[in-house]
């Protein structure tokens, strides 16, 4: 398909100027030669402009404000690059706020974006109840990421976390493992709660026992994935297996066990979330939940730039508004039936 990009490469000019010229903006801004060669590029590539695209000519401030609840975390990182990806063809900018994981930060970010004027939000993991958001009837069109809108007027886009945490459990109750530990998200994230439920539900429904110290709550970080494991590995009866709420703790867990020489999976098996690019690098290379990041966000992008220019959100996008994460079997998890034999002779 024929881009924007496309014809100013072929008319050598900026992808600004193509779309001024595309929304009759060029008054002032570039001369008749410009004109023609941006006219000649569309004639000869046969463009034809999306209605979005169209329609980019109300436009206030071209600017997307994204809220983001950890930028130090490289999933999110990802969220980043589909958001611009998807938006590379439309002439927007963004403009990015960390919300550290606090209410009252998202509270004020989206406070100093409609201040602003920016054109549109997208919300990845926020913290903060969606009723209280609808209170603050922030006028720009809001989408959120990684969070159910609930019975609101807001469109979300998520990864079903409840469904893949339980698939992540289910794995290594599957390896023959009984004693499976739970290294949790920030418990004030809503998705470190959701992963959380699923580690019980699943535990419930095998019938397997659920201990509150093998329960440890994390930070999101390598540090707290470190920290974690070795409480977990004190313990009088320490967990054969562990379910990591994120990749970057499960990189920690691993790091702990490794330095005081437990074999990883024959000692204790290492399960993550996310598949972040270093999660096959390790070693072992790490058992993780595969999510489609860069779908998920350039899926919440095209949403929000419809519901900006008041075009329908088809069917079709609604329907993909929530994903499912992929299991990714690799060595941190799985070694044969040692771990089966092993937990029978703790039976």
């Given at each position: 398909?024929?881009?924007?990009?496309?014809?100013a490469?072929?008319a050598?000019?900026?992808?600004?100027?193509v779309?001024?010229?595309?929304?009759?903006?060029?008054?002032?801004?570039?001369?008749?030669?410009?004109?023609?060669?941006?006219?000649?590029?569309?004639?000869?590539?046969?463009?034809?402009?999306?209605?979005?695209?169209?329609?980019?000519?109300?436009k206030?401030?071209?600017?997307?404000?994204?809220?983001?609840?950890?930028?130090?975390?490289?999933?999110?990182?990802?969220?980043?690059?589909?958001?611009e990806?998807?938006?590379?063809?439309?002439?927007?900018?963004?403009?990015?706020?960390?919300?550290y994981?606090?209410?009252?930060?998202?509270?004020?970010?989206?406070?100093?974006?409609?201040?602003?004027?920016?054109?549109?939000?997208?919300?990845?993991?926020?913290?903060?109840?969606?009723?209280h958001?609808?209170?603050?009837?922030?006028?720009?069109?809001?989408?959120?990421?990684?969070?159910?809108?609930?019975?609101?007027?807001?469109?979300?886009?998520?990864?079903?976390?409840?469904?893949?945490?339980?698939?992540?459990?289910?794995?290594?109750?599957?390896?023959?493992?009984?004693?499976?530990?739970?290294?949790?998200?920030?418990?004030?994230?809503?998705?470190?709660?959701?992963?959380?439920?699923?580690?019980?539900?699943?535990?419930?429904?095998?019938?397997?026992?659920?201990?509150?110290?093998?329960?440890?709550?994390?930070?999101?970080?390598?540090?707290?994935?470190?920290?974690?494991?070795?409480?977990?590995?004190?313990?009088?009866?320490c967990?054969?297996?562990?379910?990591?709420?994120?990749?970057?703790?499960a990189?920690?867990?691993?790091?702990?066990?490794?330095?005081?020489?437990?074999?990883?999976?024959?000692?204790?098996?290492?399960?993550?979330?996310d598949?972040?690019?270093?999660?096959?690098?390790?070693?072992?290379?790490?058992?993780?939940?595969?999510?489609?990041?860069?779908?998920?966000?350039?899926l919440?992008?095209?949403?929000?730039?419809?519901?900006?220019?008041?075009?329908?959100?088809?069917?079709?996008?609604?329907?993909?508004?929530?994903?499912?994460?992929?299991?990714?079997?690799?060595?941190?998890?799985?070694?044969?039936?040692?771990?089966?034999?092993?937990?029978?002779?703790?039976?």
């Amino acid at each position: 398909m024929t881009t924007i990009i496309d014809v100013a490469k072929m008319a050598r000019v900026s992808k600004t100027s193509v779309s001024r010229y595309l929304n009759s903006q060029e008054q002032g801004h570039m001369t008749e030669e410009t004109k023609r060669r941006i006219q000649e590029a569309i004639d000869k590539l046969d463009y034809k402009p999306s209605n979005i695209a169209r329609s980019l000519k109300g436009k206030s401030t071209n600017v997307i404000g994204v809220v983001i609840n950890d930028m130090t975390n490289p999933f999110f990182v990802q969220m980043i690059r589909g958001i611009e990806m998807e938006l590379k063809d439309y002439d927007y900018n963004i403009l990015i706020c960390d919300s550290y994981m606090s209410v009252q930060k998202e509270i004020e970010s989206l406070q100093m974006l409609e201040q602003r004027q920016i054109d549109g939000i997208l919300l990845i993991g926020m913290n903060m109840p969606v009723a209280h958001l609808e209170r603050m009837n922030v006028k720009a069109p809001i989408v959120l990421l990684e969070r159910d809108a609930g019975d609101t007027r807001f469109q979300s886009v998520k990864i079903d976390n409840c469904r893949g945490g339980y698939e992540a459990v289910e794995h290594l109750i599957d390896q023959g493992h009984r004693r499976i530990a739970h290294i949790t998200g920030n418990m004030q994230s809503v998705i470190a709660r959701e992963r959380q439920q699923a580690y019980v539900d699943c535990m419930r429904s095998y019938g397997i026992e659920i201990r509150e110290a093998y329960q440890v709550e994390g930070r999101y970080d390598i540090e707290s994935g470190y920290a974690g494991m070795k409480r977990l590995m004190e313990l009088s009866e320490c967990p054969t297996a562990v379910f990591c709420a994120n990749d970057m703790m499960a990189i920690g867990a691993i790091r702990y066990l490794l330095e005081y020489g437990y074999r990883i999976p024959e000692d204790v098996a290492v399960v993550g979330y996310d598949d972040i690019e270093v999660a096959s690098m390790v070693t072992p290379a790490l058992t993780t939940m595969r999510q489609p990041v860069l779908e998920l966000a350039k899926l919440a992008t095209r949403i929000l730039l419809h519901k900006m220019h008041n075009a329908p959100v088809d069917e079709e996008l609604a329907q993909l508004s929530k994903m499912k994460a992929e299991l990714v079997v690799r060595k941190s998890s799985v070694c044969g039936d040692k771990n089966r034999e092993r937990e029978e002779e703790h039976v």
